[in-house]
């Protein structure tokens, strides 16, 4: 059965702080790693990795993906109290349509 | 933005009753996928449909059930509601792509509450 695990669960750090999210995976066949980040109710797409792109960087967060050891991170760079979210990973495999998630990491930002 | 609409935004059903949720999918999107999320955890795949047709199911019982409409947009019902299925059903549209890699967008979800 598929499966993601994301660490640590939750963490706290303060505006400016350089945070990094872990996500690592059991998957038939990858196809593709996301990362979500959910404030209220809609996870809002942040990346897509694939074996053809491992790597994906968009203003302050950047992620990179590891086929070898099973896993992602996620980096947040000069956190801001606007970054405070739940964050989520999820796989896709190629023998089927659904996501994978992990139950995410819950970031706080303090000013 | 995401233009993924979902409808409604909350509701409160008693147990054994049913309940229909709807989704609008992004413009230029074919395929609908639902996802359950209980609090405190990731979302769980139900089911998705491409092209009208169930297209991959999860470990949901047969009384989660769904329709695609020709416009792609798509409903999810559930019979005979129990306290567990109180979450928030998330919807997501995207452009399927068979055997690639493609983005799932998420609506705002519909918060149900079963009492």
């Known amino acids: 059965e598929d499966k993601v695990v994301q660490s640590p669960l939750s963490l706290v750090v303060h505006e400016g702080d350089t945070v990094t999210l872990n996500c690592s995976y059991e998957?038939?066949?990858?196809?593709?790693l996301l990362w979500y980040k959910q404030e209220k109710k809609a996870p809002t797409f942040l990346f897509m990795l694939?074996?053809?792109?491992i790597e994906k960087k968009s203003g302050r967060l950047s992620s990179i993906l590891d086929k070898k050891e099973l896993s992602s991170i996620l980096n947040i760079t000069a956190t801001q109290t606007g970054d405070s979210a739940i964050y989520l990973c999820a796989v896709a495999s190629s023998y089927g349509n659904k996501l994978v998630f992990g139950a995410g990491t819950i970031l706080r930002v303090k000013s | 933005e995401t233009g993924v609409t979902q409808s409604p935004t909350h509701l409160i059903k008693t147990r054994g009753q049913q309940v229909t949720l709807r989704c609008s999918s992004q413009?230029?999107?074919?395929?609908v996928s639902w996802y359950q999320q209980a609090l405190g955890q990731g979302p769980q795949f139900i089911f998705q449909?491409?092209?009208?047709?169930?297209?991959g199911r999860g470990n949901f019982p047969p009384r989660f059930s769904g329709l695609q409409f020709p416009n792609y947009s798509s409903e999810l019902n559930v019979n005979a509601l129990e306290l567990d299925d109180s979450a928030l059903y998330l919807c997501?549209?995207?452009?399927?792509?068979?055997?690639?890699?493609?983005?799932?967008?998420f609506g705002p979800g519909t918060r149900l509450t079963v009492t």
């Open positions: 413009s230029g999107h074919n395929t």
């Open positions: 449909y491409y092209r009208e047709e169930e297209n």
């Open positions: 998957v038939t066949n990858f196809r593709s």
């Open positions: 694939t074996s053809s792109g």
């Open positions: 997501a549209s995207s452009s399927y792509l068979a055997g690639r890699p493609y983005e799932q967008y």
